[in-house]
């Protein structure tokens, strides 16, 4: 995090203003990440799926939100210090105090377990008040005074159900269909205190998968039926075993470990993205929520978490069976009728939904811990290359002799091939591999007389600090093919010797 | 605007509960196009001008937006009707029953001059009540109770002045350096009635140019000083003439039209940025704000418009002298000192700011209207072919004979290869082909048997209507380079007489 501060990556928002919790910003090496991991996510859902995409509105009228159960159902179970007034969220002081699980709990048996546990405030050691539920929307005004009731949108699911009757037209009938939805999602966090982990806007990347459940398969299953993943079931976890399983989404399915074929297929797409990323398969789990635990539209929820070392396992992603909850809903309280007549047999079905759904400030997080790696002397990010925020380093080895003019052309000219190529000349080379290297970029180019001479520039490979000598002509081919694992970095010119 | 929502580009939000005025989805088609419309504006500037960018939160507390002024100045004059209680901008009201701009008018002088000119209520006819001042920022309330005010950003701009001292140090003190920051921005409008012109929420694509108030120039300058652009001066709108002129923009500064050179080459930019969307020169002017109507903010501002048909001149951007007025202010509100010492010099330094700031969904709105082509039997969207949502349509000349499987995989193998290539088999050819046009799609390939035989299909040109036959084993390149126009259509297989 220290890193990841200093070199521009998130800080805390309104820093200059004393912060607020919950609130991160992006700098400029974090931007580039976040839009990267955004983009390999649509490549999966919108290219690989092809799921159609919407961008709806993050401010929604109170209407849609009562009709989805948020207006009463999104709540946390808050105290407050009696003595020096701080709030808290209920389940975190039990966790934190207990390392027990109050979620599900009435506010009376919320109350009477604090109490039997002896928990008091943890800034202040004083007594808290009764527990009682805040309903974790940002509430607005929609137009002048207070002539309709708004919340901040607490998911971008909401966006697309309320348009399905369009979409489905869209999509032409067929099912399954899935829509996918990247933007802002809110949570008004009673006390957030898990920097990055739990912030109050996020970025979110969601897919609702449309399907007739007499008929709940994915028509390309076979093509991910054999990823491993690792699943924490329930039943495991109510016995109070860490105990995991490996198996095949195949074996999943059979063995009835999952439910669902969909969820089981976006499991394995979910498995692919987090690798993609960098997290090894050691690192992911897939945690089969408990019925207490799941959400007020879900009948079965697996969450995707990964290991870290600064927060333990952390959801990164969550896999829901929101059945046919969110289209009936919508069609009671709308007056709409989201059925569906199905083309080949005329029957009538209103469709039911799996929802990937993914965080993307967690995944990135995540992607940087296990990027980071110490080997005492040398401290360095093993970022994925395709996920270096500066993919090419490009260094004069002298600010004079003409080295630096041409090394800013030779720059000019890998950004104009859509390298994210960044000039360094102060320091020594060394310490400019260094600074290069802690924040993951892959290659650095050094520009030297010889260069000026026959056209050569040296090429330093982040991972094993070796060197080659390659000519300028092909140079932005060469380091694309590099950065995308289609060459191998000893092919790519003359080893050198240092 | 019918087109575009039949076919799933825009739509009105939350249409099933009745709407809510100044909100719009972007379907299916829509979200692509805005996509790509904000990849174009990256590559101009995250890739052509170095910009750094970043991604702060849309939620602000509320001593940002002191500090900025928008708590006190981003107000809209209102007037609430007596008789119906319907709310309205009094300046909207003014210019549409007199064509006269009141901005800038005190209360009590937009008071008599609604009561002089007679107006009333458009919907009932009622007499209003008198003008007040209506704060249209969103409101809400950070954590539980009324612990901290917040607002929903009105501009991206605040998130990227706070952070100024770590964005300076990453740029290296180098001056003059620009950060960019793309997403929503909110407006609380008080009746929007005019589409997606007029939004409460939208997205905007800012950025900020920190400079030397000592050394107002862009380094490159030279690279866009010969670029024309269309001048509408606010002397010639003070004397009530709609006279333009047409210049360079160094003959711009030169002539003391456009005060800042940074200002005067960012219009040459946004001009090619709205030629890059398909809007004609003629369409676009630049329109220097009078001194009443400019923000709290600036000392020289200029609009870029594009004429529409059914709106008239539309804003799409802003260029800003934002000059000390933002980091003076969070200097002032924060204690922090935002000046900067200069590395050569030694100088101490607040820098100056010229901000050009673009709106997403109007210029999308302005590309769709001006592609829009009427040739009476044939109506289509002539975009610009990179800006296609469908850059091919895959259709089998039949299903049957194995000609659908194959066109399946054609699409899979054209999308795998980044391509957006949409399969469709229902329907005549033609029908298929005018469908396609409908919504801009640039070519449109036809698979029949001969495809089977010799591995060759027909590609189709929308804007001709004419045909050529090629193989398939280049056709992801062939289209690709037809659609960047590196490669002429006449070129890309044997012509077909049709």
């Known amino acids: 995090m220290e890193l990841a501060k200093r070199r521009g990556f998130i800080w805390p928002s309104f820093e200059i203003y004393g912060g607020a919790g919950g609130f991160y910003d992006f700098g400029p090496l974090g931007s580039i990440l976040k839009n990267k991991i955004i983009r390999k996510w649509r490549e999966l859902y919108a290219v690989g799926e092809s799921f159609l995409e919407i961008d709806s509105p993050s401010v929604m009228p109170e209407e849609v939100l009562k009709a989805s159960g948020h207006v009463d159902h999104f709540v946390d179970a808050m105290v407050e210090c009696q003595k020096c007034g701080t709030a808290f969220k209920a389940t975190d002081l039990a966790r934190n105090v207990t390392g027990k699980d109050i979620e599900g709990m009435k506010e009376s048996e919320m109350d009477e377990f604090l109490k039997a546990n002896g928990v008091c405030c943890p800034d202040c050691k004083g007594e808290f008040g009764k527990v009682f539920f805040f309903n974790s929307m940002f509430k607005t005004t929609i137009g002048p005074g207070s002539q309709r ?15 399905f009757k369009r979409l489905q037209r869209h999509a032409r009938g ?37 399907f007739d459940p007499d008929n709940p398969h994915h028509p390309n299953f076979s093509r991910l039926s054999g990823e491993k993943v690792r699943l924490w079931r329930a039943e495991a976890q109510i016995a109070g075993k860490d105990t995991t399983v490996d198996v095949t989404v195949k074996e999943a399915v059979e063995k009835k470990y999952i439910h669902n074929e969909l969820i089981a297929y976006f499991a394995a797409l979910t498995k692919k993205f ?8 050691e690192a992911i789990r897939f945690r089969e929520q408990k019925p207490g635990q799941r959400a007020h539209y879900s009948s079965e929820t697996w969450d995707a978490e990964v290991r870290t070392e600064q927060f333990g396992w952390v959801e990164v992603a969550g896999l829901a069976n929101r059945s046919d909850y969110d289209l009936s809903r919508h069609t009671k309280f709308s007056g709409e009728d989201m059925s569906v007549t199905l083309g080949e047999s005329g029957k009538k079905v209103l469709c039911h939904v799996v929802e990937p759904s993914y965080g993307i400030d967690r995944p990135l997080y995540c992607a940087l811990e296990h990027a980071y790696t110490d080997e005492g002397e040398r401290k360095y990010l093993k970022l994925k290359k395709w996920l270096a925020p500066v993919e090419v380093g490009v260094f004069p080895l002298l600010k004079r002799d003409g080295l630096s003019e041409k090394a800013v052309e030779i720059q000019d000219f890998l950004r104009s091939k859509g390298l994210l190529a960044d000039y360094d000349e102060s320091g020594s080379i060394g310490r400019r591999y260094a600074r290069a290297d802690e924040i993951g970029t892959p290659y650095c180019i050094t520009i030297d007389h010889q260069t000026l001479a026959d056209n050569t520039v040296t090429i330093r490979d982040r991972d094993t600090s070796r060197q080659v000598r390659a000519s300028l002509d092909n140079l932005p081919n060469l380091l694309a093919s590099l950065i995308c694992d289609s060459l191998v970095f000893d092919d790519a010119g003359e080893p050198i010797k240092i």
């Open 149 to 163: 009731i708004g919340y901040l949108r607490p998911e971008t699911a909401q966006g697309i159900f309320i348009d």
């Open 274 to 281: 987090l690798l993609e990323l960098g997290i090894p398969f």
């Open 174 to 210: 067929k099912l399954p269909f899935g829509v996918i939805q990247v933007g802002k999602g809110y949570r008004n966090e009673i006390s957030p205190r898990q920097g990055i982990i739990r912030l109050r806007e996020f970025t979110m990347a969601e897919a609702e998968v449309f």
